[in-house]
């Protein structure tokens, strides 16, 4: 699968060339910090059970890897839509909605070891397009996981500046995956029964996209770029110890079953649903914007109202007041958007910030500059493609000024420290999951889509992820999956 295996980090400045000889210490560093951006900002699924099944899966293919003595994370992000994708360092991560379409261990397998050979094989720093700069990172996130909650920045420069591994890297992944299949007593036969489900899933959104006037979305991996019967992928398949007479892995696979179970209740389409704005909570004093996705806290006795692009918070008795303004982020870093954009040539205690491992920049301008007719406390914030510029005024014109058990100041600072990234989205109560049945006899994918109220693709649907699609038919007896 074709995977942009990311080199750059919000703090790399270096040339492409110093980057192309980055060390297994320098990958595991760059790999740790874009990990925490990724929990900070996408929701992983919670489910120990399939964490734990789908961690010993990788292990047991990265022992037999061309770097057993690596470290890797798996991660199952909680979201439907079908991806995979590795950073530096041994950073895995797969989509629940991938699972979904898998129907073996062995097929597990064969995403994992392709995401590992990726990493063994340095492709990213054998990527020439490679790209460095404080901004990049983000930008090269949301292309890579598909998300707009992670890396919203690459809408500032746009995606044409990534460039994906080209077919001759895809297909080494491919071979050295295979052989690390075998390796691992997995049939290597499996990974083109996964290419074969996605390519499914392709020509089936395709239909469905076309019915509704909508734009395509595919898998951007080796989905994309390999046709089922590619004629060089078959080869490495077959040298690799695997067959490609088209066998079903279900048949010969003998860890179906763990697979089965692992993945019994794993939830379908969207986990999650929208919510509107939450207004101010007053039990634990937190502005909340869950269509923005952040939240920070303020101090007893304030109350924050927000309207279009600005939110306005004073205490009550009306002693200061502090703004948060919302604006499209730059390519410069904080303290170069408060002198080019905000027009503030001078702050005084000006230094560099981290919020929730966030950037930020902060200090105070002084009374007479830049409009100004008293001291603020300001404070910029970058996260996704905005900006987010907190200005802090006491009425007295005074920040050090005492008001209840603090400085007017010091509050400023609370409330701009609390600042932190929230999901835009809250789970459902009732998502609906994927249960495994016993066909009876007579059943047809048709039958149970009606029975299960699955819509006008749901026999489509169902036939996808039971590897049957376009035509097949479920046989008494076997084991199949429902919607439910």
């Not at 598909?146 to 080209?166: C, D, F, H």
């Not at 007295?396 to 932190?420: A, R, W």
């Not at 007896?477 to 429902?482: A, D, H, N, Y």
Request: charged letters at 20%.
């Amino acid at each position: 699968m074709r995977i942009v295996i990311l080199l750059f980090t919000a703090f790399m400045t270096a040339h492409v060339s110093a980057a192309l000889m980055m060390s297994d210490k320098k990958a595991a560093a760059i790999g740790k910090e874009m990990h925490d951006k990724i929990m900070t900002e996408m929701p992983v699924y919670q489910d120990p059970k399939l964490n734990d099944y789908v961690t010993g899966v990788g292990r047991r293919v990265a022992q037999h890897s061309d770097a057993p003595e690596g470290t890797y994370t798996f991660t199952i992000l909680d979201n439907p839509e079908i991806n995979a994708f590795a950073t530096p360092g041994g950073y895995v991560y797969i989509n629940r909605g991938l699972l979904a379409y898998m129907n073996s261990e062995a097929q597990l397998a064969a995403v994992l070891a392709h995401e590992i050979a990726h990493v063994t094989a340095r492709h990213a720093a054998r990527q020439k397009r490679a790209q460095t700069g404080s901004n990049v990172t983000a930008g090269l996130l949301a292309v890579l996981t598909g998300s707009r909650e992670v890396g919203e920045a690459s809408a500032m420069w746009g995606a044409a500046t990534v460039k994906g591994y080209g077919r001759d890297m895809e297909l080494e992944a491919d071979a050295i995956g295979a052989k690390v299949m075998a390796r691992s007593g997995y049939p290597p036969q499996a990974m083109i029964e996964i290419i074969t489900q996605l390519k499914d899933h392709e020509r089936f959104t395709k239909k469905r996209s076309a019915d509704s006037g909508q734009k395509v979305q595919t898998y951007h991996g080796l989905f994309s770029t390999h046709p089922r019967n590619d004629k060089r992928l078959l080869e490495m398949v077959k040298q690799s110890g695997g067959t490609t007479n088209g066998s079903d892995t279900n048949s010969s696979d003998p860890r179906v079953e763990p697979f089965r179970i692992a993945t019994e209740g794993l939830p379908w389409g969207q986990n999650f649903e929208p919510t509107n704005i939450q207004p101010p909570n007053e039990q634990d004093r937190r502005y909340t914007d869950q269509k923005l996705g952040f939240t920070f806290a303020y101090p007893e006795g304030w109350q924050f109202t927000g309207k279009g692009n600005l939110i306005n918070g004073q205490p009550q008795d009306q002693s200061a007041t502090l703004s948060v303004a919302i604006k499209a982020r730059t390519l410069d870093t904080p303290d170069l958007f408060i002198k080019k954009i905000l027009g503030v040539g001078f702050i005084r205690k000006s230094e560099p910030i981290i919020v929730a491992r966030l950037q930020g920049h902060t200090g105070i301008i002084p009374a007479g500059a830049a409009n100004n007719s008293s001291d603020t406390r300001l404070a910029v914030i970058y996260y996704g493609h905005r900006a987010y510029v907190f200005k802090g005024t006491a009425r007295s014109g005074n920040l050090d000024k005492q008001h209840g058990t603090d400085t007017y100041d010091n509050e400023f600072k609370n409330i701009i420290g609390s600042f932190q990234p929230r999901a835009t989205v809250r789970r459902s109560n009732r998502p609906a999951s994927i249960h495994y049945v016993k066909a009876r006899a007579g059943a047809t994918y048709d039958k149970l889509a009606r029975q299960l109220h699955l819509g006008k693709y749901g026999a489509d649907e169902l036939r996808l992820i039971n590897s049957d699609y376009p035509s097949g038919e479920p046989q008494a007896g076997q084991w199949i999956k429902i919607i439910r």
